[in-house]
């Protein structure tokens, strides 16, 4: 099926306040229901939702259908330093051009100060698009300034203290009531000191007392989104805990103050199951907590690579300015050790530069004159300076954390199974515990009423949706993360799931290959003559020539320090060769044909020449002053890392195919070399969309791996396409995934990533679901009648909270994933 790549740009928009799957499903169904938007996808793990509209972005309408579900956006402040405002007439067309930014909720320009305000929804725009709308209604903008001090801590950190604090008083609170009511169970002596000294009455208000404290204190936030979900008729994981524990204390406080009202032998208290459930719940949400952002810190890790200043020259001084204020021509001087806070390439200087952390390879990189240096990477030992070629939205980490950023957000097919269940979930557990309330009053031992309450609660408690509404984003957010790292980006998460199902690996030859530029690979002369003296001759010569053939030649004279000789006589003949008089001697570089007319034979070079026809390459001659002297091979050379990477994929159980332009035979002899399965050679640029196409034809899935203009088609129409970073960037944009190393060992890596993080889900799937179908019965007592086992609500509250745990945890596991 062919792909589009003319699809609308999705806008982010931050929620707070999903705690599980069946907020997602609630908060999507909101978003989709406005009119205008094409599609909506909420992900739990990262709180945003992407919203592609149809038309024109519509906020407002957006933050209504959020709020309405019974949620909230996150909303974050900027501050810009305003440049060129002379009038109120100024402020007031700042004001417009801000607030009809996209995602922009509030816009105030204070004149006096120069200082604009804006207030706006996390995700939905960029400090870079607000300082856009200010440029194109007139005016500059000084400086970009956050509200916040740069060290205050993001809103996961202050959900993370808040809960900390809220569970260190609830299980305070706990300690004292669970330690008295259950040691009067199972500690003898307990109970008659308690009676002794304190007195049943006083016991049971003390209880209450703790019991409510806890409840309506640190278990609030509970009843701040399960209370409105229930009468919105939309309940969700916090409802259930609403009413498990309201119901184990209500009903605990009847038995206190009004036990006339209960049946005989009915008369319980409940107060330390309510008050455990909460202390466990929130135990449970910190250390989820926790891990949500254990899972964002490859994001974290990227942004922390941005440097903070630049130093620039201004007038021939060297000055240290913020990075927001680099523009592209400035020239940044780059001491040991520091790094690099642009792209750029190198003016003067040269060094070694670690770029590990955007291409995932150890060994630094040499960098000289006119070598590309990427903002994030970290100088080594040398010095150098380099004009600054991309700045702030455009350099290469900058893109990187976009793409990761998308691809962390997205869904994947297989979400679609868990939004149907959740969809019915929550509903479908409060049926489960009326049922097993009924159950037990119909059918239960005396007394009924206590049985009931208990197995209700215990239903109610132990449902889990929060771990099947995080089993799939936290693998793709931990999972798109450390391929990052390892410079694997998936530019859409989709293509996490489709890469795992791919069979063939069809690869472009050119660029991905190979080098993608002709060298110089053989040059071998005939006794009595010099390799140098020949090669300075044939380089000189070719400095007249435009063909690729010639500038390969030419660069290996310069790259061994041959000095270019005066040349007469020039003449060109297409398809034969060149020749002319250097040195005072008549030179010839041709093919065979262009000797055979000349009279020469070449059949001393009949060996080596039909060695090189097997390896793909195609010979060419020298002659001079009429005489055979060396012969040549000029070819576009193999990676290094190409074999290995073949290999690797092979060891995968994937079939290599390669689509090449070139003549069959070149294309045959390559393949060969490199072991590769199928070759479809002589293609035209236009043709490699039918070569996909051809491979398919079975139902076989197949990847695309290429780097130029020419590829963007067949990138588009493979199931999965994949571009080499050293491409072009309509190369880049067609694909799903691009290789920021520029090689094929990206691909091997990129697919065993996939496969780890799709069986990764699949844990995480079967156990949120096997932990929901197992538990939920066992809490209703199903083994009652076999074994008389009934699972108490603090166990079940214990369990419930460790199952979100358990999903996150493990997909946490993936952070420490090697490439082979």
């Not at 576009?636 to 159980?653: F, M, N, R, S, V």
């Not at 509250?797 to 945890?809: D, E, I, K, R, T």
């Amino acid at each position: 099926m062919e792909k589009s790549t003319a699809l609308p740009i999705p806008t982010e928009f931050g929620i707070e306040g999903m705690s599980c799957a069946s907020c997602v499903v609630r908060v999507e169904k909101a978003i989709k229901s406005i009119p205008g938007v094409n599609a909506a996808s909420v992900n739990l793990a990262t709180e945003r939702a992407t919203v592609t509209f149809k038309d024109a972005v519509d906020t407002v309408a957006v933050l209504q259908a959020i709020e309405g579900a019974g949620y909230e956006a996150k909303i974050e402040t900027q501050e810009f330093l305003v440049e060129g405002m002379t009038c109120a007439s100024c402020v007031s067309r700042v004001e417009r051009a801000l607030k009809a930014v996209p995602g922009v909720t509030e816009a105030n320009v204070n004149l006096t100060t120069e200082k604009a305000t804006i207030r706006y929804v996390s995700g939905a725009t960029t400090s870079a698009a607000l300082s856009a709308a200010v440029r194109n209604a007139g005016y500059e903008t000084k400086a970009t300034v956050n509200v916040a001090p740069e060290d205050q801590e993001d809103s996961r950190d202050v959900e993370i203290r808040s809960l900390r604090r809220e569970l260190l008083l609830a299980a305070a609170l706990t300690l004292p009531l669970f330690t008295a009511e259950m040691g009067s169970h199972f500690i003898p002596g307990v109970h008659g000191f308690i009676m002794d000294t304190v007195g049943m009455r006083e016991s049971l208000y003390a209880q209450f007392g703790l019991a409510t404290i806890v409840l309506f204190g640190p278990g609030l936030r509970f009843f701040r989104k399960g209370v409105p979900n229930l009468l919105r008729w939309t309940p969700d994981m916090n409802s259930l805990v609403v009413l498990g524990t309201t119901a184990a204390w209500a009903y605990s406080v009847v038995a206190t103050f009004l036990p006339s009202a209960l049946p005989a032998g009915t008369v319980n208290v409940y107060y330390e199951a309510a008050a455990v459930i909460i202390t466990l719940i929130l135990l449970g949400r910190y250390l989820e907590a926790r891990a949500k952002g254990k899972t964002s810190q490859a994001i974290k890790r990227l942004l922390g690579l941005q440097a903070k200043t630049a130093f620039v020259d201004h007038g021939g001084e060297f000055v240290e300015i913020q990075i927001s204020d680099v523009v592209v021509g400035d020239v940044i001087r780059i001491r040991p050790g520091e790094k690099v806070p642009v792209d750029g390439t190198v003016v003067t200087g040269a060094s070694y530069v670690d770029e590990a952390m955007i291409t995932g390879e150890p060994v630094p990189v040499l960098k000289t004159a006119d070598s590309e240096v990427v903002g994030g990477t970290i100088n080594k030992t040398g010095s150098f300076t380099f004009r600054a070629t991309k700045v702030g939205s455009d350099t290469l980490l900058a893109q990187i954390i976009k793409m990761v950023e998308a691809a962390q957000g997205s869904k994947l097919p297989i979400q679609a199974l868990v939004d149907k269940v959740t969809g019915w979930f929550v509903p479908a557990v409060m049926a489960a515990a009326l049922l097993t309330f009924g159950a037990w009053m119909l059918l239960g031992p005396s007394p009924a009423l206590s049985f009931a309450l208990v197995n209700a609660v215990a239903v109610l408690i132990i449902a889990c949706p929060c771990a099947m509404g995080l089993a799939t984003p936290t693998s793709i957010m931990v999972g798109t993360g450390r391929a990052a790292e390892l410079g694997i980006l998936f530019r859409k998460g989709e293509a996490l799931q489709s890469l795992r199902d791919t069979q063939i690996i069809a690869v472009d030859k050119t660029g991905t290959l190979t080098k993608g530029k002709p060298e110089l690979t053989d040059f071998q002369v005939l006794p009595g003559y010099s390799r140098d003296d020949v090669l300075s001759w044939v380089a000189s010569l070719e400095t007249l020539s435009e063909h690729p053939i010639a500038e390969a030649i030419v660069a290996a004279g310069k790259a061994s320090g041959l000095l270019n000789l005066e040349v007469s006589g020039f003449e060109a003949s297409p398809g034969f060769g060149v020749s002319g008089i250097v040195a005072g001697r008549k030179i010839l570089v041709g093919a065979d044909r262009a000797l055979a007319r000349e009279g020469i034979e070449v059949t001393a070079f009949a060996s080596l020449a039909s060695d090189l026809g097997r390896e793909g390459k195609s010979p060419l001659y020298t002659a001079v002053d009429g005489q055979l002297a060396a012969i040549i091979a000029v070819s576009d050379p193999i990676k290094e890392t190409t074999p290995a990477a073949i290999q690797a994929l092979h060891a995968q159980g994937l079939k290599i195919a390669m689509i090449t332009g070139d003549n069959r035979r070149t294309a045959e002899a390559i393949a060969a070399q490199l072991g590769i399965d199928q070759v479809i050679a002589e293609v035209l640029p236009d043709g490699k969309v039918e070569a996909v196409k051809k491979l398919r034809e079975n139902g076989q899935k197949v990847a695309f791996i290429g780097d130029g203009i020419n590829d963007a088609p067949a990138l588009s129409e493979a199931d999965v396409g994949l571009a080499v970073g050293t491409g072009t960037d309509i190369a880049i944009e067609s694909a799903d995934v691009v290789l920021i190393s520029g090689d094929l060992t990206g691909v091997a890596r990129a697919i065993a990533l996939s496969r780890a993080t799709i069986r990764n889900i699949m844990q995480n799937l079967f156990w949120a679901f096997a932990y929901n179908v197992s538990l939920v019965p066992v809490a209703a007592g199903v083994l009652y009648p076999i074994n008389g086992t009934l699972l108490s609500p603090v166990f079940a509250a214990g369990a419930m909270a460790m199952s979100s745990v358990f999903v996150l945890g493990n997909a946490l596991r993936l952070r420490r994933y090697q490439a082979n």
